[in-house]
């Protein structure tokens, strides 16, 4: 789950409610067994991009965000649901901002296990 928030919205009075909505869904999640993972992410500032370069070029680094966008990913839950269904009602219940977005994307687990050494992945 990655959370998004809008940081040109301005000042946001409900911030410190928001925060311990977070609190309290991350431990209500957490004595579930169903959360992995959580964080929150800086604000944007002091963000590099590192983009890959021409085969065999160098990457190149450049500061700020990958995309123009308004929205800038902000945390992120990793979470482990048996359904879609299941994950889409635990993102409801995650407190964002005015214009706030909660994507889901599950984790594609065959590659990550081959990285990890602990199964085969074939293209």
Not at 53 to 58: K, L, W
Request: hydrophobic share 40%; charged share 20%; glycine share 14%.
């Amino acid at each position: 789950m990655l959370i998004y928030n809008n940081p040109g919205a301005g000042p946001d009075p409900e911030a410190e409610a928001r925060l311990q909505g977070h609190v309290t869904l991350f431990k209500e999640l957490n004595e579930a067994g169903t959360v992995l993972s959580s964080a929150a992410l800086g604000d944007g500032s002091g963000v590099l991009t590192v983009r890959a370069g021409a085969r065999g070029g160098a990457p190149a680094v450049t500061d700020g965000p990958f995309l123009e966008a308004k929205e800038l990913l902000a945390g992120y839950y990793l979470v482990d649901c048996e359904t879609p269904e299941e994950a889409a009602a635990i993102a409801a219940r995650i407190p964002c901002g005015v214009g706030g977005v909660v994507e889901l994307r599950p984790v594609n687990e065959e590659i990550t296990d081959a990285v990890r050494g602990d199964a085969p992945y074939r293209i």
